[in-house]
């Protein structure tokens, strides 16, 4: 499989903390994507990085994309408990893959 | 309203008894996808679609049927559905280019097979 790992696989941090997940894939890609997930529901888009670029920002998200190392790390500052949910990256090569996800959770 | 519509949310079924999940979107999107969600195993691709009549197999299309008839339409088929096929599936759709950007979920299909 093609799909992309996560790192941790699991987070809970105080709200106000910073949160960062890392995500790491096998092939060359296009672009590398964000998603999260709130329990059960459809995944909904937070960031693109394209391949050509090594920084991005959205709000309280940075993500990073290192494509000699294929790795990638989302950055959320002054996390909230509303971040509660769980993080995938997906990588575009003709097909999108999916990692494992990363389980956020933010203590009020 | 942007969107991709799945049907049914939720479905129970028994075992062999054919079903289909119908996915619709309205972006004009030439490329659909479906996925299965279980736990620990992240989203795993079960069929994909670049246009229309062009399908292909993802990570695990067996048990599993799709068609692409027209653009907006890409439904799931489970001609014999069997308990292992007890999961959380997702339709998603974008735009084919070399630099796709961002993909659209549907709120998901929760099939229990008993």
């Known amino acids: 499989s093609q799909q992309g790992e996560e790192d941790p696989q699991a987070l809970s941090i105080q709200e106000g903390e910073n949160a960062t997940m890392n995500c790491s894939y096998k092939t060359s890609i296009n672009n590398l994507q964000w998603y999260r997930q709130n329990s059960g529901r459809g995944l909904v888009h937070l960031i693109l990085i394209r391949s050509n670029e090594r920084e991005k920002h959205s709000g309280r998200l940075r993500v990073t994309l290192d494509t000699s190392k294929k790795s990638s790390s989302l950055l959320i500052t002054a996390s909230r408990a509303a971040d509660t949910a769980s993080y995938f990256c997906a990588t575009d090569r003709n097909q999108f893959y999916f990692g494992t996800g990363t389980s956020l959770t933010v203590i009020p | 309203e942007a969107q991709v519509t799945q049907n049914p949310r939720y479905l129970i079924t028994v075992t062999g008894k054919k079903l289909t999940v119908t996915c619709s979107q309205n972006?004009?999107?030439?490329?659909m996808s479906w996925y299965r969600q279980d736990p620990g195993l992240g989203l795993r691709q079960i069929y994909y679609s670049m246009n229309v009549e062009v399908t292909d197999k993802g990570d695990v299309p067996e048990g599993y049927k799709v068609s692409r008839k027209e653009k907006r339409n890409f439904p799931l088929i489970l001609e014999s559905p069997s308990p292992n096929q007890t999961s959380l599936y997702f339709c998603a759709s974008s735009l084919l280019s070399g630099d796709r950007g961002r993909a659209f979920f549907g709120q998901g299909t929760r099939l229990t097979v008993v």
């Open positions: 972006m004009n999107h030439e490329y």
